[in-house]
C-alpha cells in the first residue's frame, strides 16, 4: 500500500519550496495534480514508499506518461506532458534534496536524461502559457477508467471521514450522508467523464455545465434535496480543507465555481420539473415524463430485483437512482425509435418492443457495474460483450451497437467514448485492468 502520510508531507513541504517556485508561472493546482498522477503511476510498481521511488520504478512511470502522450490525438498532447513533466521533475529534485526519496542528485539526474534527450526537455522548465487551453469536447484526453475510479474513491474516502467526524454535526439542515455521497461523487464522475477534469484541477467551465446541464438531466436529485445540494458540497470543501487533502487555494476556487453556479442550477431544475404555464404549453422533458408512465413496460418494478452488487468501483447501489436509471431508458428507447433510421435495426420492430428493449439494457448494465448511461466504462462493455458473444444472437448484438451510437449521437457520452465503448462490446478495446 502507497505511503499516502509521507507523500502528503512531502507536498505540503514542496509548496514553500524553491523547487516549487521555479514553477511560479504554472497554475498551482496543475503542479500538485500532475504530482499526485505520477505518484500513483510509480507506487502502482514495487515501489509503494516514496523512500524506495528507484531510476527503475521512476523510468516506468515516465514510459507511462510517454505512452498516454503518444497516443493522444490532441494537437496539444506535447505541451501538456511538458508541463507534466516539468512540474514531476522539480518535486523529485526537491524530494532528493530533502531526502523523501533515497536517491543522490546524480542517480536522479541520469534516470532523467533519457527521457529528457528523447523529448527536448532539457534545461529549465518551458513558461506556461494559455495556449493550453481547458479541455475542449473535440479533443478530450483519452478517457481513463482507472482514473475515474481513483478521484471518486478519494473523494467518497473524504466523505467518509467527514461524516465520522465532530464537523459533521454542524452540516448545513437536511444533508445526510446519501446526499452528500451521490452530490460530491456524481460532481467527481461526471466533471471528468465531460472534461477530464480532477478535483484539483476542476475549472469554472466544468464545473458549471454539470450542475446545470448533467445534474439536472439525469435526475439525479429529488425535489426536496436539490436546494441541498450547494450547501453540502461547500461545507464539504470546507472539511477537505481542514484537513488538508486540497490546498486552500483549489478549496476556495472550487467553492467558488460551486456557489456561481447555483441560481442557474435551480432556475434549469425549475424549468424542468415544474409545468410551463406560458402559452408555450408544456415542457417537453415533462410530456416524456408523464408519458413513462402510461409506456413503461416494467411498470412493476421487477428491474430493482434485478441481481447487483452493494458497491462496484467506488460506487454503491441506490434505488433512487435505480429508478431515475429506468426512466432514462425509457426516454433512450424513444429517442431510438424516433431515429430509427439512422441504427442498423432488424426491421418491423415496433416501437413498443424498442422501449422495452433499451430500457431492460439500461436496467441490466445499471444492475452489473451501477453505471447510469453517462457513466459506462469500457470494462463494463467488455465484460457485457463477451457475455453476449456466447448468449445473444446478432440481432441483439446490433441493438446493443445502436444504442452505443445513441449515446454519442445525442451527447450523452462524447462520440470518442461512444466508439470506445462499441470496441470493447466488440472485443476490439481491451480495457485498463485496475490492479487490486
Do not use: C
Not at 532523467?112 to 473535440?138: A, C, M
Amino acid at each position: 500500500m502507497k505511503d499516502e502520510t509521507n507523500l502528503k508531507n512531502a507536498l505540503t513541504d514542496f509548496l514553500g519550496s524553491k523547487e516549487f517556485n521555479t514553477l511560479k508561472d504554472y497554475p498551482a493546482d496543475m503542479i500538485m495534480d500532475s504530482v499526485l498522477q505520477f505518484a500513483d503511476m510509480v507506487f502502482a510498481g514495487k515501489a509503494d514508499t516514496l523512500k524506495n521511488w528507484d531510476p527503475i520504478s521512476i523510468m516506468r512511470a515516465l514510459d507511462d506518461m510517454q505512452g498516454v502522450a503518444d497516443n493522444d490525438s490532441d494537437p496539444r498532447a506535447v505541451a501538456t506532458l511538458a508541463f507534466f513533466y516539468f512540474s514531476v521533475r522539480e518535486f523529485m529534485e526537491f524530494a532528493v534534496r530533502t531526502n523523501y526519496i533515497g536517491l543522490n542528485n546524480m542517480q536522479l539526474t541520469l534516470t532523467l536524461k533519457g527521457f529528457e534527450i528523447r523529448n527536448n526537455f532539457k534545461g529549465d522548465p518551458i513558461p506556461y502559457y494559455s495556449g493550453v487551453p481547458d479541455q475542449q469536447v473535440d479533443s478530450l484526453p483519452k478517457y481513463q477508467q482507472h482514473t475515474a475510479d481513483r478521484i471518486v474513491d478519494e473523494v467518497q474516502t473524504w466523505a467518509e471521514i467527514y461524516t465520522n467526524s465532530p464537523s459533521w454535526k454542524k452540516r448545513p439542515k437536511g444533508v445526510n450522508a446519501e446526499l452528500l455521497y451521490t452530490a460530491i461523487s456524481a460532481m467527481t464522475d461526471l466533471i471528468y467523464t465531460d472534461f477530464r477534469k480532477t478535483p484539483r484541477s476542476w475549472t469554472k467551465k466544468a464545473v458549471t455545465a454539470v450542475m446545470t446541464d448533467d445534474l439536472i438531466r439525469y435526475n439525479i436529485f429529488m425535489p426536496k434535496e436539490i436546494k441541498r445540494v450547494v450547501p453540502a458540497l461547500l461545507k464539504y470543501f470546507d472539511f477537505v480543507g481542514k484537513i488538508e487533502e486540497l490546498p486552500a487555494a483549489t478549496i476556495e476556487r472550487n467553492k467558488r465555481y460551486i456557489a456561481a453556479a447555483e441560481p442557474k442550477m435551480l432556475e434549469e431544475y425549475e424549468a424542468k420539473n415544474n409545468p410551463d404555464t406560458q402559452e408555450q404549453g408544456m415542457p417537453m422533458d415533462k410530456v416524456l415524463d408523464m408519458a413513462i408512465d402510461d409506456i413503461d413496460p416494467d411498470s412493476d418494478q421487477s428491474y430493482l430485483k434485478l441481481k447487483h452488487p452493494k458497491t462496484h468501483n467506488s460506487r454503491t447501489w441506490n434505488k433512487k437512482t435505480a429508478i431515475a436509471t429506468h426512466k432514462l431508458g425509457i426516454k433512450l428507447g424513444l429517442e431510438m425509435w424516433s431515429t430509427r433510421a439512422r441504427y442498423k435495426l432488424v426491421q418491423g420492430f415496433e416501437i413498443d418492443f424498442i422501449v422495452e428493449m433499451i430500457s431492460s439494457l439500461v436496467d441490466v448494465l445499471y444492475s452489473i457495474s451501477l453505471e447510469m448511461p453517462a457513466q459506462l466504462s469500457t470494462t463494463t462493455m467488455a465484460t457485457f460483450g463477451h457475455f453476449s458473444s456466447e448468449k445473444h444472437d446478432q440481432a441483439k448484438k446490433d441493438l446493443v451497437i445502436s444504442y452505443l451510437e445513441l449515446l454519442g449521437n445525442n451527447g450523452t457520452v462524447f462520440q470518442q467514448k461512444s466508439e470506445e465503448l462499441i470496441g470493447a462490446f466488440q472485443g476490439r478495446i481491451v480495457p485498463f485492468n485496475k490492479k487490486n
